[in-house]
């Protein structure tokens, strides 16, 4: 069964830092396309980042610099760290793989609170 | 990076159609046929509906089709029933490996 699980969500200071996982079953990670999106409470959602299966990693221009995206094979994977964290990144943060269908698994969610 | 536009609210009643619009510009819904869309239930991870415009994927109803022109994207929804109320988003490749999501509409079953 094709299943994404994230986890490390919690409650941060601003300016803090905070890594989110998502483990996959069925499916290999590396050699799929993966995203993480987010969705501030109430409001719409927003692509955050994405990481090619060769590697290659892209982000929005609201996190570039300050987030990174990585995956680690032997355990099936994905992450994003978070880092320089603002009121609002406050978010409901999916991550999902993506093929030319689109995003077309999504896992069911961590939620980061950013506030003091 | 901006959204792309979408009515915050679209109702109709059980059985009619209901279209809603998504506008972007010409550097990413114009540019690419790589728009999607998402139904989100409250609570709930969205759920891919349509992609490449237009395409289903397995286990969607036909009753969602969607369309372009242009700069703006479309998604019907033809048969309207109960459970096809939620939030709708469309989504569409921007270039350079970006992507860019609609602001969101309400769907209501009257």
């Known amino acids: 069964e094709v299943q994404l699980v994230e986890t490390g969500g919690g409650l941060i200071q601003p300016g803090g830092s905070l890594r989110l996982s998502c483990a996959v079953s069925?499916?290999?990670?590396?050699?799929?396309?993966m995203s993480w999106v987010r969705q501030a409470p109430g409001k719409g959602l927003e692509w955050v980042s994405f990481?090619?299966?060769?590697?290659?990693?892209y982000y929005a221009d609201s996190v570039k610099g300050r987030f990174t995206i990585s995956r680690d094979n032997s355990k099936n994977t994905l992450y994003l760290q978070m880092t320089s964290l603002r009121a609002e990144d406050t978010a409901v943060y999916y991550c999902?793989?993506?093929?030319?269908?689109?995003?077309?698994?999504w896992g069911q969610g961590t939620m980061v609170t950013v506030s003091s | 990076q901006s959204a792309l536009t979408q009515p915050a609210s679209v109702s109709g009643s059980p059985g009619q159609s209901i279209t809603i619009s998504c506008t972007g510009t010409?550097?990413?819904?114009?540019?690419?046929?790589?728009v999607s869309w998402y139904q989100q239930h409250p609570g709930k991870a969205p759920k891919l509906m349509i992609y490449?415009?237009?395409k289903r994927p397995s286990g969607v109803s036909n009753r969602f089709s969607g369309s372009k022109s242009g700069n703006t994207a479309s998604l019907t929804i033809s048969g309207l029933q109960a459970e096809d109320e939620a939030d709708y988003y469309c989504?569409?490749?921007?270039?350079?490996?970006?992507?860019?999501f609609g602001t969101g509409t309400k769907v209501t079953v009257l």
């Open positions: 069925g499916f290999t990670v590396s050699s799929n396309y």
């Open positions: 990481i090619y299966s060769g590697g290659s990693t």
């Open positions: 999902a793989k993506v093929t030319a269908d689109g995003f077309d698994v």
């Open positions: 490449e415009v237009t």
């Open positions: 989504c569409s490749y921007a270039g350079s490996s970006t992507y860019v």
């Open positions: 010409s550097s990413d819904v114009g540019s690419y046929n790589v």
